[in-house]
């Protein structure tokens, strides 16, 4: 079975200093590994993603994800947080082993203090 | 504008009636998904549909189902409403059955059920 995990519920990190919101997955064969942000009121919008190739990902908005297979994460990180950037972020895996559906994690709510 | 378009926008109704969701894919795309959103529940995956035919279940419900049409949108049936099942419901498509792109989301239906 496939599986997400994002341990933090809450990260709180100042404008202007890099961000990192954590995802660890869980797939018995290769990943497919996405990052999706959720603005208020909103539906779920496309950062990035990982299917194969460089470890580093760079996607919308200036962020950046780094696979690591090895410790099965999937971090998210951007070098310069900026207060518009508060929002919800889910990290999603779909195992190309497993069915065409994706599993998203619990989410990850970012908040940018000016 | 994701592309997606979901109807209605807000939903509130009385326990033990039932409503209707709509979702209209992203021109071009085959398969919709169904999500639920809820505080305590997180993203959770209900049903997908691909090209008239369902794909794939999640954790639905019996008293809900789905169904999508020749044009290819669908419809969420949601029965016996209960006060648990207020929540954010997401739909979602993308081009083929087994895509690597990810999924495009609309800006989902809030339904309260009072």
């Known amino acids: 079975a496939q599986s997400v995990a994002q341990p933090e519920d809450q990260v709180n990190v100042a404008e202007g200093n890099p961000l990192t919101v954590k995802c660890t997955y869980s797939v018995s064969g290769n990943p497919y590994l996405f990052w999706y942000v959720q603005y208020p009121n909103r539906g779920l919008q496309f950062l990035l993603k990982?299917?194969?190739?460089?470890?580093l990902v760079k996607g919308s908005y200036g962020f950046e994800a780094e696979f690591n297979k090895s410790q099965t994460s999937f971090h998210l990180k951007k070098p310069s947080a900026l207060v518009s950037d508060s929002a919800l972020y889910f990290c999603a895996v779909r195992d190309d082993n497993y069915g065409q559906n994706f599993v998203f994690g619990p989410g990850t709510r970012l908040s940018v203090l000016p | 504008d994701s592309g997606v378009t979901q109807t209605p926008k807000h939903l509130i109704t009385a326990t033990g009636q039932r409503v209707t969701l709509r979702c209209s894919p992203r021109s071009g795309d085959l398969s919709v998904y169904w999500y639920q959103q809820s505080l305590d529940q997180g993203l959770q995956f209900l049903i997908q549909y691909y090209n008239g035919e369902e794909r794939a279940k999640g954790n639905i419900l019996e008293r809900f189902s789905a169904q999508q049409f020749p044009d290819l949108h669908s419809e969420l049936n949601l029965s016996s409403l209960e006060l648990g099942d207020s929540a954010l419901y997401f739909c979602a498509s993308s081009p083929v059955g087994r895509e690597v792109h990810g999924y495009t989301f609309g800006s989902g239906t809030r339904l309260t059920v009072v």
């Open positions: 990982y299917i194969t190739g460089d470890n």
